[in-house]
């Protein structure tokens, strides 16, 4: 018997309908759709193709620029043109914000085309994460860099799992997977789990003596009732914690033996990372805070490419480190 299932686009037009909403926001997420699909590809084929090393640049940050960072900012930065729909984009591939249709566009999209960059030349999981925030249609323009809170959408693809998860502002977080023909299928609403049984820590280990004391003391005093898992990219390690719960992070680095390696504004970027799972966990209803105990939904970016600590996940475990850094 063959089965027929829901596919993205669907799912979205009723969306858009039942809330009635604009079709703009369905030409983007087309977009975006096509965009990652195409990412997709060159991935799954890139040992054979030869992509999936580098590119022979180092961008602003000194980092040496992969291939396929190249491969997926131009299919991005493409498909979010094509659209028309989108003012401003800002990218993890680009020290400058990126005008697209300055006229016209109604979004800002913020974006990661292809993050977690050590998994990238062995093909393992990496995320292709986005969020989106609207335009100030009803007067002048206020400025492209918005708060998480501020999002409409924010999404993830883990590539080349065929997984991608959507959350809708005040419309809940959706999960879908891709088929045999290349649709979106099958959403499935996720919320994170209340039985601890499931529950999951992640965290880069190597850095955990470097992460200030307190954190330090909440790992040793909590590690032993949570499962340990640990992917090194952002959106694979987040999809895990979304359908067990539990908490991701990416403390500050504080305490490294090499003080020129101490990160005391944290490693993950605010905009187009961290800002993105805490708005997909709000929806699935979880929180996350900043090394302050700040909800990372509220801080206001003043720069594109700012970075953050990141505590993510189910709302006890959050809340629990977040009271051990305010303590
Ligand atoms: P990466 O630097 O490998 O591109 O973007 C930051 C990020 O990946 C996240 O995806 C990931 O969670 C984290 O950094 C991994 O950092 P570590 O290698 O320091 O653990």
């Known amino acids: 018997m063959i089965r027929f299932e829901q596919t993205f686009m669907n799912f979205l037009l009723h969306h858009q309908e039942r809330h009635k909403r604009t079709y703009h926001f369905l030409i983007l997420m087309d977009a975006l759709i096509s965009a990652a699909k195409h990412v997709e590809h060159y991935y799954l084929t890139g040992a054979l193709k030869g992509n999936l090393g580098l590119a022979g640049d180092v961008n602003v940050q000194g980092e040496d620029v992969l291939r396929m960072d190249q491969i997926a900012q131009e299919i991005t930065v493409h498909y979010l043109r094509a659209s028309g729909r989108v003012i401003h984009a800002v990218s993890e591939e680009s020290e400058k914000i990126?005008?697209?249709?300055?006229?016209?566009?109604?979004?800002?999209?913020?974006?990661?085309?292809?993050?977690?960059?050590?998994?990238?030349?062995?093909?393992?999981?990496?995320?292709?994460?986005?969020?989106?925030?609207?335009?100030?249609?009803?007067?002048?323009?206020?400025?492209?860099?918005?708060?998480?809170?501020?999002?409409?959408?924010?999404?993830?693809?883990?590539?080349?799992?065929?997984?991608?998860?959507?959350a809708l502002k005040n419309a809940g977080t959706w999960r879908f997977h891709m088929d045999e023909i290349m649709d979106f299928v099958r959403p499935v609403r996720m919320i994170l789990p209340e039985d601890t049984k499931e529950w999951e820590l992640s965290f880069n280990p190597a850095n955990r003596h470097a992460y200030a004391e307190k954190v330090q003391s909440w790992i040793e005093q909590n590690e032993r009732k949570y499962a340990f898992r640990y992917l090194g990219a952002l959106a694979g390690d987040f999809h895990r914690i979304l359908a067990n719960g539990g908490m991701f992070m990416y403390?500050?680095?504080?305490?490294?033996?090499?003080?020129?390696?101490?990160?005391?504004?944290?490693?993950?970027?605010?905009?187009y990372e961290a800002a993105v799972v805490a708005f997909m966990c709000r929806e699935a209803g979880g929180t996350a805070v900043d090394e302050t105990g700040t909800p990372i939904l509220d801080i206001q970016p003043k720069e594109p490419h700012q970075r953050t600590a990141l505590y993510v996940g189910s709302k006890p475990l959050v809340g629990d480190i977040a009271r051990a850094l305010l303590g």
Do not use: C, W
């Open 98 to 166: 990126i005008p697209i249709n300055t006229e016209g566009g109604r979004y800002f999209v913020y974006f990661d085309p292809l993050d977690g960059s050590t998994n990238v030349p062995h093909g393992l999981p990496v995320g292709f994460l986005f969020g989106i925030a609207r335009r100030n249609m009803e007067g002048p323009e206020d400025g492209h860099l918005r708060s998480g809170k501020d999002y409409i959408a924010a999404g993830m693809f883990v590539i080349p799992t065929g997984a991608f998860t959507l």
């Open 251 to 271: 403390p500050a680095i504080v305490n490294h033996p090499d003080p020129r390696k101490n990160r005391p504004q944290g490693k993950l970027r605010l905009m």
